[in-house]
Every structure is written in structure tokens, then in C-alpha cells.
């Protein structure tokens, strides 16, 4: 059974730092794109980045690009994202997301639908 456990969320202020952390287990890590989303009440779900961990290559969202940094850790099955620099408009429930299988690009990785499998979800809340 596929699982993607997200956790790290909380309150923080504007301009400072936090990292999530999605634990993930029942596939083979190193075979599927994993992303990061976030949605806030009444907004569709956006895609933040993703990170390909067989070889690190990322794709970000201009919105975040510069202060978000995702990795993954292949022996833990973990994939992270560093956020800096917060604003309040990050605030938003963050959700980690195995991508379907087969290959995503620069035209289809922020696609929601690409995604099968998405975690329950961490609130991050950046006050002003």
C-alpha cells in the first residue's frame, strides 16, 4: 500500500525558514517523480516543485522559485522541502504527491492529475 506522510507544518513569521518532510513507503522511491502541493481554502490546488530522486533534477513554480528547495533522501524514502524567506502568501495546507508512472516534463509536472497518490496534508501558516 502506498503511503506519503507528510509533517513539519506550523507558524511561523514572514521571512523565516521551515522544512517539510513527506515519509513515504510501499513503492520503490527512486521510480516515481515526487512533488509538493499546497491549497488554501477556496483555491485550487497549486504544485510548489517536484524532484525526479534518481537524479535530483527539480522543476519549481515561479512563486517560489529561489526560496523553495526540495531534495530527497533515497535510503529514507524522504523527500523534503526547504522553505525560506516565507511569505504570507505560502500560508496553505502542504500535500506530498507520488506523480503517475512514466516521464514528466516542463509542460506536465504541475498537473495535478499527473499525481496518483497524495499524502494527508500539513498546514503551513506564515503570519505577517
Known amino acids: 500500500e502506498v503511503q506519503l506522510q507528510a509533517s513539519g507544518g506550523g507558524l511561523v513569521q514572514a521571512g523565516e525558514s521551515l522544512t517539510l518532510s513527506c515519509a513515504t513507503s510501499?513503492?520503490?522511491?527512486?521510480?516515481?517523480?515526487m512533488a509538493w502541493f499546497r491549497q488554501t481554502p477556496g483555491k485550487k490546488r497549486e504544485a510548489v516543485g517536484c524532484?525526479?530522486?534518481?537524479?535530483?533534477?527539480?522543476y519549481y513554480a515561479d512563486s517560489v522559485k529561489g526560496r523553495f528547495t526540495i531534495s530527497s533522501d533515497n535510503a529514507k524514502k524522504i523527500v523534503y522541502v526547504q522553505m525560506k524567506d516565507l511569505k504570507p502568501e505560502d500560508t496553505a495546507v502542504y500535500y506530498c504527491?507520488?506523480?503517475?508512472?512514466?516521464?514528466?516534463?516542463?509542460?506536465?509536472?504541475?498537473?495535478?492529475?499527473?499525481?496518483?497518490?497524495y499524502g494527508q496534508g500539513t498546514q503551513v501558516t506564515v503570519s505577517s
Open positions: 504527491a507520488r506523480a503517475r508512472p512514466g516521464m514528466l516534463g516542463a509542460d506536465s509536472w504541475y498537473l495535478s492529475y499527473e499525481y496518483d497518490y
Open positions: 524532484i525526479s530522486p534518481n537524479d535530483g533534477f527539480t
Open positions: 510501499g513503492f520503490t522511491f527512486g521510480d516515481y517523480v
